[in-house]
């Protein structure tokens, strides 16, 4: 399956993801909105994209009371528009953060890789999100560490 | 011959089941269905109640899709005795069912206090489909509807209350609201942002009775005057439907919440007999300990496990973790796991202005449970909320973390990214597979 590869170390913090993202995903350009989200570190010094690995559970999916989430042809776990109710289970059950619920229109909605073809690919000018085949995959945990080992150790001290 | 599955109970953890059989064994056994009612989903009846979707949204099965499945039906019946020697069990109506291996899993029903006059005509509970019909009927704009109970059933309903026009007091027994969800000073946030969107809270009063003065109910109060009500609904807490197991011969907990006991594969002291969703006494995923979660995510983890057991699998449950949401008057408060433990190591941060709030609670280096709140439109900004869930679940240790923690509770997600919770759970699935998209009805025309 074709997944977003996340390669945190070419991320500059533009945030042209969260633009791209909120607007296919809710019709306008608001960050708050993105169901793809860059965390800074280090002070704002450096920064990483993060957003739903398609999981192989599916714990939104099988949480789901009403099966309002599906897999589609991308093989991402969708929201149904007209099957959600907005109950916000999915969002406790997902163990990853990268669920989201929609004030204005009272529903769940997550990354659904954009049916195949991601905007936020589109939108990164430097290729840290790439749409590509691979096994999804911890693709920050290791830059994390690494970038927050010296707040860690200035807090300790 | 092939095996012959009895599932007893048409709730989520025994439609999970039915669910999970077919996705293993795609046909290959016989299913039959005892439920006292047509499969619905309890976690949507609010929205119903809120008018937000139409009944036919609620039901999780329906005749076609039952049969699609290969299931045969006995809707509307109920289970009255259970004879393990003979594998078979017996229906109100007398009918006889025979079986190879069967689930229990006929879930709760809503329990009213022995207080005078709370059992008496015109006084609701929101539990069932047929309950939430009759308090559709009822609640009606300008209404004065009275709640007996600040607990999470009272809590999932009180939008639809306000969005119906009804003007709405919570009364509730203990000293505060959602004892059994958050802690006191959550419970304190929370109840100050209804007070402020006009929902009177009463708490620290007890109901002494409850009586009909001309159309109003009197709910007399020990201490303080009485309150008038149009509509009462008493959300005075569940019971488990097992009485009728009583003679099984089947173990089960004395006294508490009760259930039957299971092992790690759901399967009760007899064999060929599973126990899922309220009625279970499962394994909880922090303290190992035997427990009654009884919430849906428990229902549904239950139901798949035993349904792919019955199908022939060996899948041993890791245990279910406690967890709720609720959003009252656009304010999203949830908690996990081990929330309220007095042994835990706990951060607390509040952010008075913004209705914030965040507790986390250690043991040593893991979070073993957390709690959140604050406005719906900021707490959805973040990844946290369930980030905090995916750090509980994980048990990852975070003693690296701690200090930083401990100054900054609001400041999980570098501390998640950090540990490598992402990759630690990846390879997480309940079943040992790649779930499938769930096979629910897409419409149905009751």
């Known amino acids: 399956m074709r997944v977003l590869a996340l390669l945190p ?103 659904n890789l954009c049916d195949g073809a991601p905007a936020c690919v589109e939108a990164c000018p430097t290729q840290a999100i790439v749409y590509r085949e691979a096994e999804t995959a911890d693709w920050l945990g290791d830059f994390a560490a690494e970038r927050t080992a010296r707040l860690l150790a200035q807090e300790v001290a | 011959m092939p095996t012959r599955h009895l599932i007893i109970g048409g709730g989520t953890a025994g439609l999970n089941a039915i669910r999970t059989i077919r996705e ?69 109506d007398g009918t006889r069912v025979e079986y190879d291996d069967c689930l229990i899993a006929t879930g709760s029903r809503a329990a009213r206090p022995p207080i005078p006059g709370a059992d008496g005509p015109g006084l609701h509970s929101f539990w069932t ?41 919570i009364v509730e027994v203990a000293p505060r609201i959602l004892p059994r969800m958050v802690d006191a000073g959550c419970a304190e946030l929370v109840a100050g942002w209804l007070t402020r969107h006009g929902v009177a809270i009463r708490t620290g009063v007890t109901v002494t009775r409850i009586e009909e003065r001309r159309g109003t109910r009197i709910l007399h109060v020990k201490k303080g005057e009485a309150l008038p009500a149009d509509v009462v609904i008493m959300a005075t807490g569940i019971r488990t439907n097992l009485e009728w197991l009583r003679d099984s ?107 914030q709030y965040r507790k986390l609670l250690f043991h040593g280096g893991r979070l073993t449970g957390a709690m959140i709140c604050g406005p719906a439109k900021d707490i959805w900004t973040t990844n946290d909320v369930g980030i905090l869930k995916g750090l509980v679940q994980s048990g990852v240790d975070l003693s690296a973390w701690k200090s930083h923690l401990e100054r900054n509770p609001f400041d999980i997600k570098p501390a998640f990214m950090a540990t490598h919770n992402p990759g630690r759970l990846l390879p997480q699935t ?3 597979r790649p779930s499938s998209s769930p096979d629910l009805p897409q419409s149905v025309n009751a």
């Open chain 1, 9 to 111: 170390d070419r991320c500059t913090g533009c945030l042209r993801c969260e633009l791209a993202c909120s607007y296919v995903q809710t019709g306008s350009f608001q960050p708050a909105k993105s169901v793809i989200r860059v965390s800074p570190f280090e002070g704002y010094t450096s920064y990483a994209p993060y957003t739903c690995t398609q999981c192989a559970e599916g714990w939104c999916m099988t949480a789901c009371p009403v099966g309002a989430i599906r897999i589609n042809a991308a093989g991402a776990k969708d929201v149904l528009d007209d099957r959600c109710v907005g109950c916000k289970l999915c969002t406790i059950a997902c163990p990853y953060g990268t669920i989201f619920y929609d004030a204005d229109t009272h529903k769940a909605y997550k990354c």
């Open chain 2, 24 to 92: 293993e064994d795609r046909g290959a056994s016989e299913i039959t269905l005892v439920s006292a009612e047509r499969p619905y989903s309890r976690m949507v009846l609010p929205y119903y109640l809120g008018q937000s979707i139409a009944e036919s949204h609620v039901f999780t099965a329906t005749p076609a899709s039952l049969a699609a499945w290969k299931v045969k039906t006995l809707i509307g019946r109920r289970a009255a005795a259970l004879d393990p020697e003979a594998n078979a069990l017996t229906l109100d």
């Open chain 2, 129 to 169: 489909l047929e309950e939430a019909r009759a308090v559709i009927a009822a609640v009606t704009p300008g209404r004065r509807v009275v709640m007996v109970g600040a607990g999470f059933i009272s809590f999932t309903i009180l939008n639809a209350i306000l969005s119906r026009g009804a003007r709405l007091t």
């Open chain 2, 249 to 355: 011969g089947i173990d089960m907990a004395e006294g508490g919440q009760g259930g039957i006991l299971v092992d790690d594969h759901l399967r009760s002291s007899i064999r060929n007999v599973y126990a899922a969703g309220d009625v279970a006494r499962g394994r909880n995923l922090i303290t190992g300990a035997p427990e009654v979660h009884a919430i849906e995510p428990t229902a549904q983890e239950h139901g798949r496990v035993v349904g792919a057991n019955m199908a022939g699998r060996d899948v041993a449950y890791r245990g279910s973790l406690l967890m709720n949401i609720v959003e009252v008057c656009h304010l999203d408060i949830a908690s996990f796991g081990q929330w309220d433990d007095a042994a835990a190591e706990v951060y607390t941060a509040v952010r008075p202005d913004r209705s």
């Open chain 2, 430 to 432: 309940v079943l040992g």
